[in-house]
């Protein structure tokens, strides 16, 4: 990680609930906040480590995954600007390991707070409480879902939610089989077999490393289908 020059004053912005904490916490967070910037790519939390910083992203992508015994992967969630990472608030709080990987998806601007300071603010400023434990709640919701997803979803409907949620107003998607299958949870081969079903249909066009959708209304109705 590398230290950003930007402006300890300025970075406080992507935080709104935190603008509201009394003037000495304020005070304490400024002052001891580290800035850093982290390369794309970078491990930013490894499975089985401690944390030893409460992370604040400012600008950029983290994402967390966790990786099983088998090799496969599963992306839990991703961490964008203005938020924290509940396995990171977790390790934290009960001073157990980070339970998954972490890695930054863009180049990320972040604050680090040592565990000191965080716990320290933790006790004495109830806006920081109140931010913490909020992002916490929803962060746990989407865990919830993605498990309900997993789950219960069917994977042709989750395929198509995929596409066309990656998508936005365009027509391509760049991703390999295994990328897809990481964000769902589930084998490449899965996907694989999935996606020459779509293609067989008409719906999609498959070439490496890249996906055209071709008939993106067949892919919506499926995509806001009711599981059975």
């Known amino acids: 990680m590398a230290s950003m020059s930007q402006s300890k004053e300025t970075w406080i912005s992507a935080f709104p609930m935190l603008e509201g904490l009394d003037r000495p916490s304020l005070a304490r967070m400024v002052q001891n906040a580290r800035l850093v910037t982290i390369p794309a790519g970078s491990v930013v939390f490894q499975d089985g480590t401690p944390s030893n910083d409460y992370t604040l992203v400012i600008e950029g992508v983290v994402r967390v995954q966790k990786l099983s015994e088998t090799g496969r992967e599963i992306v839990l969630?991703?961490?964008?600007?203005?938020?924290?990472?509940?396995?990171?608030?977790?390790?934290?709080?009960?001073?157990?390991?980070?339970?998954?990987?972490?890695?930054?998806?863009?180049?990320?601007?972040?604050?680090?707070?040592?565990?000191?300071?965080?716990?320290?603010?933790?006790?004495?400023?109830?806006?920081?409480?109140?931010?913490?434990?909020?992002?916490?709640?929803?962060?746990?919701?989407?865990?919830?879902?993605?498990?309900?997803?997993?789950?219960?979803?069917?994977?042709?409907?989750?395929?198509?939610?995929?596409?066309?949620?990656?998508?936005?107003a365009g027509s391509e998607l760049k991703a390999t089989h295994y990328e897809l299958a990481t964000e769902l949870g589930t084998a490449r081969e899965v996907i694989s077999r999935q996606l020459k079903d779509f293609e067989r249909r008409g719906w999609v066009k498959l070439f490496r490393g890249r996906i055209e959708l071709t008939e993106r209304a067949a892919l919506s109705e499926l995509a806001n289908k009711t599981s059975l």
């Not at 977790?90 to 716990?119: D, N, P």
């Not at 400023?125 to 109140?130: W, Y």
Request: charged content about 20%.
């Open 77 to 168: 969630y991703r961490v964008e600007e203005g938020q924290s990472c509940v396995l990171n608030t977790s390790s934290l709080m009960t001073g157990r390991e980070y339970g998954a990987q972490a890695v930054a998806e863009s180049e990320v601007k972040a604050v680090l707070l040592s565990a000191e300071v965080f716990h320290s603010l933790l006790a004495s400023s109830a806006p920081f409480r109140r931010f913490v434990f909020s992002v916490y709640s929803t962060r746990i919701s989407d865990l919830l879902c993605l498990i309900e997803e997993v789950a219960f979803g069917r994977i042709d409907m989750r395929l198509a939610q995929l596409l066309i949620g990656h998508t936005g």
